[in-house]
């Protein structure tokens, strides 16, 4: 009797499966030499809840827990009904960066599958995703869309 106690015990801790998870954290980073501002637009009104007022080394701008070992959410999600986003270099110096619906009339801006758009496209655009850290039940990952010295000068364009 005492063996079928043991080995129902041993049954129920084998049988148990702890949950998967993921985690992701999102940041906006600023290696250029300049003030950088990001302002959202949808349908012609200013997003202010998006708008992102000064970019220091790297602001964290999204994240995402939950259960599953797959791809989380991330901050390309929240921005994917806008229609445009505005950066401004040094409070002057504009480049506008159009999203994936939006076909507009500038010839300057940065439009949807440029490598530096803010929105993605071109495989995520300048977003480059990495994974932190990955355990058999656990995955991190980062997601980061770097400002260089590049994007200013082509905004003076």
């Known amino acids: 009797m005492k063996n079928f106690i043991v080995i129902g015990f041993m049954l129920i801790l084998t049988s ?9 954290n999102n940041y906006i980073c600023n290696e250029s030499n300049h ?42 999600n929240s921005t994917i009904d806008m229609d445009s986003a505005i950066v401004i270099f040094d409070n002057n110096i504009k480049a506008i960066h159009y999203s994936y619906n939006k076909i507009g009339s500038n010839p300057k801006a940065i439009i949807f599958g440029n ?3 803010i ?25 980061k869309y770097t400002f260089i010295e590049q994007d200013y000068v082509e905004a003076k364009k």
């Open 16 to 24: 148990c499966r702890k949950e998967s998870s993921f985690s992701t």
């Open 35 to 76: 003030l950088v501002k990001i302002i959202y637009y949808k349908d012609g009104l200013v997003k202010s809840d998006l708008t992102i007022g000064s970019i220091g080394s790297c602001n964290l701008v999204y994240t995402s827990n939950g259960f599953g070992k797959g791809n989380a959410s991330n901050y390309l």
């Open 115 to 117: 490598s530096r758009n």
């Open 119 to 143: 929105f993605g496209g071109s495989s995520s655009g300048g977003w480059v995703n990495r994974i932190v850290s990955e355990t058999k039940h656990h995955i991190e990952t980062e997601l």
